[in-house]
């Protein structure tokens, strides 16, 4: 199948699983057309698991320093149809690039707090961390729908049956 030919694409969007891939996580991917994983993957058989499920796009984050780690890119652009995704891990890190005027949507990880927000124009993500528990923060990832050139993402807390926000 190709992706970049569907009108209505569904990716979904992990971050920060510091070697742990939950049940919930996979099953909430199910059926997904893409995934995408915004770094701090840990350990290199969480993309082989994802892999099964949908292909795979990952940046390596601030934790990924191991051998497998290096063929991945800090960042990644990837054209789906008629929208413009950029992937980081730490938004930090994210540049003045001219590219960036194009830009859709813009995904990162990092901080481990789920966001989903516009400005100007742009779509923001961070689906937080959907690895072990940390502080008070939730386990979550997201879930992003690509339709007829519109974006819209929401988040899904995992362990929990309720999504917190879910696309449109």
């Avoid at 988040?155 to 929990?160: D, K, S």
Wanted: charged letters at 20%; aromatic letters at 2%; one cysteine or more.
């Amino acid at each position: 199948m190709n992706i970049h030919n569907k009108d209505n694409l569904l990716i979904g969007i992990i971050s920060d699983t510091h070697g742990l891939l939950r049940p919930e996580a996979v099953d909430a991917m199910r059926g997904a057309d893409l995934i995408i994983h915004a770094g701090d993957i840990g350990k290199e058989n969480i993309l082989d698991e994802l892999g099964a499920i949908a292909p795979v796009v990952a940046v390596r984050g601030n934790t990924d320093r191991e051998s497998w780690a290096c063929k991945l890119r800090s960042m990644e652009t990837l054209k789906l149809n008629k929208t413009l995704i950029y992937v980081i891990h730490d938004i930090n890190q994210l540049g003045r690039d001219t590219l960036l005027s194009h830009v859709n949507v813009i995904i990162n990880g990092h901080t481990h707090r789920p966001s989903v927000n516009r400005h100007n124009g742009v779509l923001y993500v961070n689906p937080g961390s959907a690895g072990p528990k940390r502080l008070n923060l939730p386990v979550s990832m997201a879930l992003l729908r690509l339709k007829g050139g519109a974006a819209d993402a929401g988040i899904v807390q995992l362990g929990l049956s309720s999504r917190l926000q879910g696309p449109g």
